[in-house]
């Protein structure tokens, strides 16, 4: 199943914390939505029951383990992946946590990349996610093709040959137009590609990219002050 078909609820009754998780959750692909409290949380999954569910531990009212038995204890959702969101360092939590039946924990505070690497390895577990095959489709976007297994790319059919910082740079944002990337996430996205290692190495990067790209290098918005993005027009 392809990213945007994976809908992960997340169920956290912070405010700032569940907008930054499902900002994350979305500028990573994911189809996420958000519930304040177990009771809404437990509604929205009799009501279109996601794929994964992240679950804080701490919520007014029912919490985060009488949710997971919940879940846990209906048929239908039994098999559920649940992320647990614990306190930093409550050992305690952790274990409960996984009594009540969460398949995995990251405690608070977490990091994005920590938490992402786990729900994708939850997702793979249970064969929701395939992402070698998410990896090698080809991408086609306003007379930019990209075809992954052969890293080769066709600009209006006519083949251009990209460094493979660039042609990596351009198959992220392809995968997600109108999304902007920031110089730091194109260069993590790319580190591996890329020798150089600051903004500016992105900068110069970009631009070698349009110019490559001809007149299809449009596409390519810079963002003032935030980053880059393939237009999704
Ligand atoms: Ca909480």
């Known amino acids: 199943m392809e990213k945007s078909a994976i809908r992960i609820l997340v169920v956290e009754d912070e405010d700032d914390i569940r907008a930054l998780l499902l900002f994350n959750l979305r500028k990573d692909g994911y189809?996420?939505?958000?519930?304040?409290?177990?009771e809404d949380g437990l509604r929205m999954i009799g009501e279109h029951p996601p794929h994964l569910v992240i679950l804080d531990l701490m919520l007014p009212g029912m919490d985060g383990m009488a949710v997971c038995r919940k879940i846990r204890g209906n048929h239908d959702t039994a098999g559920l992946p649940i992320l647990m969101l614990t306190a930093r360092g409550e050992e305690d939590d952790m274990v409960s946590g996984l009594e009540a039946g969460a398949d995995d924990y990251v405690s608070k505070p977490f990091s994005n990349r920590v938490l992402l690497t786990r729900?994708?390895?939850l997702?793979?577990?249970?064969?929701?996610l395939d992402e070698e095959r998410i990896e090698g489709k080809k991408l086609v976007l306003g007379g930019i093709e990209l075809i992954p297994e052969r890293r080769e790319t066709r600009i209006n059919g006519r083949k251009v040959e990209l460094t493979a910082g660039e042609f990596k740079m351009l198959q992220v944002m392809m995968r997600r137009p109108g999304i902007v990337f920031t110089r730091n996430q194109l260069l993590d996205l790319v580190r591996g590609a890329m020798h150089a290692v600051t903004d500016r190495a992105v900068d110069v990067q970009v631009a070698g990219l349009r110019k490559k790209l001809g007149r299809a290098g449009n596409l390519i918005e810079t963002v003032?002050?935030?980053g880059?993005?393939?237009?999704?027009d």
């Open 31 to 38: 189809a996420a939505s958000g519930a304040s409290s177990g």
């Open 119 to 121: 729900i994708r390895s």
């Open 123 to 128: 997702l793979r577990r249970n064969g929701t």
């Open 224 to 226: 003032r002050g935030a």
């Open 228 to 232: 880059y993005r393939v237009s999704s």
